[in-house]
């Protein structure tokens, strides 16, 4: 099925590091959302963005919708060892209809630095 | 009613079984999708309710696939005859369907199946 490009497929961290990540498509989307998944666990959301252009923060998290509506980014500032996870982009075309379903990336994986 | 609930967490079943799996979505919510996610990939979507009717089935879906919600609450998805290639996490997620501060979808912590 069609998936977002996320990079980077993977990345180590030591903490306090800022980490940053990425989502494009060809594409438009309405919605973009970032989650994250522990293993054997399902997604548990981070941040929704419903503008072009909008930028939202939660905590350490800021996420921002592209302009183009093509892409978004996820920055986690002054990493901590809880933030090792897979984190995933995902994009909605249709709210408020009867679509709605999301399309999501590959993952990023964080994994702490040996 | 804190989250989505899934049952079970795990099946490991002989190939050739049929399974079925349950989820209880948050009250309030009146959208419930199925995703299926397999290793190293996201989550892809399968199917979606709205209250009781489902509204959408992705291509995914093979006719061995069957989902229902009858009362418009707890939904199952089936597997009938299962192939080892259904081995994945089945991922449940619900959503209100006005936009508000939790309109983003909430998912279950899932059910992995295991065709063995």
């Known amino acids: 099925g069609q998936q977002l490009n996320q990079s980077p497929q993977s990345m180590f961290i030591q903490e306090g590091e800022d980490v940053s990540m990425n989502c494009t498509s060809s594409s438009i989307f309405n919605t973009w959302l970032w989650y994250k998944q522990d293993p054997g666990e399902g997604p548990v959301l981070l941040i929704a963005l419903y503008k072009a252009g909008e930028l939202t923060s939660n905590g350490r998290l800021t996420a921002q919708f592209g302009i183009t509506r093509k892409d978004s980014f996820l920055n986690i500032s002054a990493s901590i060892p809880s933030d090792v996870g897979i984190y995933f982009c995902a994009g909605q075309q249709n709210y408020g209809g009867s679509q709605g379903n999301l399309i999501f990336g590959k993952g990023t994986k964080l994994s702490v630095k040996p | ?106 998912f279950g912590s899932g059910t992995r199946l295991t065709v063995v």
């Open chain 2, 1 to 106: 009613d804190t989250g989505v609930s899934q049952d079970p967490r795990h099946k490991i079943t002989k190939r050739g079984q049929n399974v079925t799996f349950r989820c209880d979505p948050i009250s309030e919510h009146n959208r419930l999708y199925w995703y299926r996610q397999t290793l190293g990939q996201g989550p892809e979507f399968l199917t979606y309710f709205q209250n009781e009717a489902q509204l959408e089935k992705s291509r995914l879906l093979s006719d061995r696939f069957s989902a229902e919600r009858p009362k418009g609450s707890f939904s199952t998805l089936e597997i009938q005859r299962t192939e080892q290639g259904d081995s994945a996490m089945y991922l449940c997620a619900s959503r209100p369907f006005r936009r508000g501060p939790n309109y983003g979808y909430t």
